[in-house]
């Protein structure tokens, strides 16, 4: 009998579906001058933006307008986005190349396989993680990004101060997130809580659904002691 592994529980369904033409043609065009291999080396932002900035990883960026807008606003810190969803990368070097910004980069695929492959220990400024999926029937939770292990993995990479910043709009997980946060002995959340919403950060676009729906929004900030 042969063993093989078991694939690993992903925090992300794989949607299908066909590109527009404006998105394909970005991917082609764009990607040699943003993109980043969810493998390789370990990633010295000198040589990602051709100076040394800090290094803020965000993840699950969705179609990008929210990380475009911050990092426009942060010119001198170096995003590094990394989302799964073809589109969504493809809208993101779009966004990037019309406002011409010098300190994004778009990594395609898997931000825990990147984070594991390429990011060092301690190297981080940042990690943003805006409305993650979540994943709400219980029999998911497993594939919720914030969870023990997930969260020792992103602490890790973080600078001593580092910040881990994410919201969501759905109590069950603002919760869990909450508590889990507050579990790792290497945190510290300076609200002792939820930090007031939308706290040094543009809206996102589920954002703004979430908030149309009349739903509230729940933020989280923590600091790697
Ligand atoms: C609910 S959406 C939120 C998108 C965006 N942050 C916003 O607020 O508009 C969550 C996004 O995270 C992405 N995602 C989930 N798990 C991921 C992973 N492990 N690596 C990269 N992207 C992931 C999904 O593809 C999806 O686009």
């Known amino acids: 009998m042969t ?11 794989l949607r299908q579906g066909r590109l527009r033409p404006r998105h394909r043609e970005a991917l082609h065009r764009l990607w040699p001058a943003y993109g980043v291999a969810v493998d ?8 990602l933006f051709g100076r ?4 803020v990883l965000e993840i699950g960026t969705g179609m ?3 990380t475009a807008a911050q990092a ?9 986005a990394v989302e799964v969803h073809t589109p969504g990368v493809a809208n993101l070097l779009v966004l990037a190349a019309d406002q011409r910004l010098t300190n994004l980069r778009i990594a395609h695929g898997d931000a825990l396989e990147l984070i594991r492959n390429r990011i060092p220990p301690a190297s981080l400024a940042a990690i943003h993680a805006f409305f993650p999926d979540p994943w709400p029937k219980t029999r998911h939770h497993k594939r919720r990004l914030f969870q023990p292990a997930h969260v020792a993995l992103l602490r890790s990479r973080l600078v001593p101060g580092g910040t881990l ?3 969501t709009d759905w109590p069950g997980y603002a919760t869990a997130i909450r508590d889990v946060l507050a579990a790792d002995p290497e945190l510290v959340n300076p609200h002792h809580g939820f930090a007031p919403a939308g706290t040094g950060r543009p809206q996102t676009r589920y954002e703004r659904r979430a908030r149309a ?13």
Do not use: S
């Not at 390789?40 to 040589?47: K, S, T, V």
């Not at 040394?52 to 290094?55: A, I």
């Not at 729906?213 to 002691?225: D, K, S, T």
């Open 165 to 167: 910043h994410t919201a």
């Open 64 to 66: 990008g307008e929210g």
């Open 40 to 47: 390789g080396r370990p990633i010295d932002p000198a040589e």
């Open 213 to 225: 729906a009349g739903r509230p929004v729940f933020e989280l900030v923590c600091h790697r002691r």
């Open 52 to 55: 040394p900035v800090p290094l």
């Open 72 to 80: 426009a606003a942060d010119p001198d810190r170096g995003y590094l």
């Open 3 to 13: 063993m093989t592994a078991a694939a690993p529980i992903r925090t992300f369904k």
